[in-house]
């Protein structure tokens, strides 16, 4: 039985952890994933629990509340006709088969090396979001045939590496392709509900060694923690985009970018000093 105290401890940091979560998605429309895994992965070792297989654990429960999310996202899109059904059929068995590949290959993989992949193309997804321009494109329509049968797994691979929904990749690649920015965001989010839900089945079937898991995990997903950043998202959601209403989201993009910028270095910075 962990220590209640502990246990009220680590329940208030996630709560913290869905709260700004919440407002960061309503705010900006980034997915909660970009900023769950880093952030339980602090609050998980700060309150002791660490191990070779603390990113999988950070990772699986961040893309089982992507599953919640995305779904309720699509259903709101959708009764604004904003889906891209063609884009998202088509790419569909791609990104399905990367995520369950994608599961296979993190289970195997250390705490530490995960922790370098998330800092990398955290990295590499903040300078693009605090430099890219939205007329920049690499062609008018998008990939199809032998091109979508490499880019669609790979979304999805890279995607459950870092325990993120579609939105990081999904949205640039389809801005990138001429996809007006509000079906982009829309359809990305059914690229999530595609990411998540088989990478989050196969994770429940991975096993954690019971002496560093935090309390109440099931497979690699935290149930807490699920439970919780759930609740807190849908609460302050709503706030996030009453604000968004109320504020320039572009500067607060840049800022949000900067603060993306740092979280990457510093997980890079514990990968290069372990």
């Known amino acids: 039985m ?15 952890i869905g709260a700004f979560a919440g407002v960061l998605a309503g705010l900006l429309g980034v ?5 769950l895994v880093p952030a339980f992965f602090y609050a998980f070792s700060t309150l002791g629990y660490g191990g070779p297989q603390l990113m999988q654990v950070c990772l699986a429960t961040s893309l089982a509340t992507i599953v919640v999310t995305s779904v309720r996202s699509v259903m709101s899109h959708n ?4 889906v891209d059904w063609e884009i998202l059929k088509g790419w569909a068995p791609g990104i399905v088969i990367g995520a369950v590949i994608g599961v296979l290959v993190a289970a195997a993989l250390r705490s530490i090396v995960l922790q370098a992949i ?5 990295l590499v997804i903040g300078l693009y979001m605090g430099l890219g321009k939205a007329h920049w494109r690499l062609a008018e329509a998008m990939p199809s045939g032998v091109k979508r049968a490499l880019y669609s797994p790979l979304v999805g691979f890279l995607s459950v590496l870092m325990g993120i929904g579609g939105g990081s990749f999904g949205v640039p690649l389809m801005s990138l392709h001429g996809v007006a920015i509000h079906r982009a965001v829309a359809t990305a989010a059914g690229f999530g509900v595609l990411i998540a839900a088989p990478s989050t089945l196969g994770f429940l079937l991975v096993g954690i060694d019971p002496a560093t898991r935090p309390p109440f995990t099931l497979g690699a997903v935290n149930i807490p923690a699920f439970l919780i950043v759930i609740a807190m998202t849908l609460l302050t ?33 514990k990968v290069f000093l372990a």
Do not use: E, Q, T, Y
């Open 31 to 35: 997915g909660g994933g970009i900023v």
């Open 2 to 16: 962990p220590d209640p105290s502990l246990l009220l401890l680590m329940l208030a940091l996630l709560a913290v």
């Open 118 to 122: 998330f800092g990398g193309l955290a």
């Open 79 to 82: 009764k604004k006709g904003a």
């Open 237 to 269: 959601a709503p706030l996030g985009v009453k604000l968004a209403h109320s504020l320039d989201p572009k500067p607060l993009k840049r800022v949000f970018a900067v603060f993306l910028i740092l979280v990457a270095l510093n997980m890079l910075r």
